[in-house]
């Protein structure tokens, strides 16, 4: 038979030892801990056992008080401040003397310029790394697609990379082919970048 893990078993099996060691002194003659001090440490047990649970019901209770008073303080805070906000009118200094400040108006997110320095870094046998910069103006991109054609083709997507760099593998040997990026975010889609010709 294994010790108990769960708490409530183990003192169900205190209490039928204490009970079981009382009742057959004769046939457990020599305890190593005494039936006094077993049932004296069951006894504190089970009265900090009670204390926690009503620690914890005193816990969920304040908790519950401290959550009613932050709302409180929460909506009374916001309704203040809009009225602070209004009677301002604006004014910096006077929303300052209450530790508040104009909102900012949101600026709208505007598409990214055309990144440029397309180059390519290396290359080999169907292979090559492809680095450019991001444009100075514009939104910020999120994302950049990578664009290939032949000579007589269209534009095609070949791959995507949220760096200003990516490797590009199983690509067409022996012929010119021509790549550009393309940056995009949630505004738009930027113009492409310079084009570069490479024959791998």
Known sequence: MKFPA???????????????FS?????????PVSIGELKGTISSCILTMNN???????????????KVNYEKLVGIMKKELRYAENTASGDEAMLATIG???KKTATPMTPPEACYSLTVEKEG???LS????KADKGGKP???????RTQEGDWEEVGSAVETKKD???????????????GFNKAGTSAPSNTVEVTL
């Open 100 to 102: 508040w400040s104009v």
């Open 6 to 20: 769960k708490e409530a078993d183990v003192m169900m099996l205190a209490e039928q030892m204490s009970a079981g």
């Open 130 to 133: 492809l680095s450019w910069k």
């Open 142 to 148: 999120s994302a950049y697609t990578i664009e290939k």
């Open 168 to 182: 590009l593998v199983d690509q067409p040997r022996g012929l010119p082919i021509y790549y550009r990026v393309v």
């Open 52 to 66: 926690c649970i009503a620690a914890r019901a005193a816990l969920d209770k304040a908790s519950e008080a401290k």
């Open 125 to 127: 046998k169907g292979w």
């Open 23 to 31: 009742k057959n002194s004769s046939l457990f003659p020599t305890l």
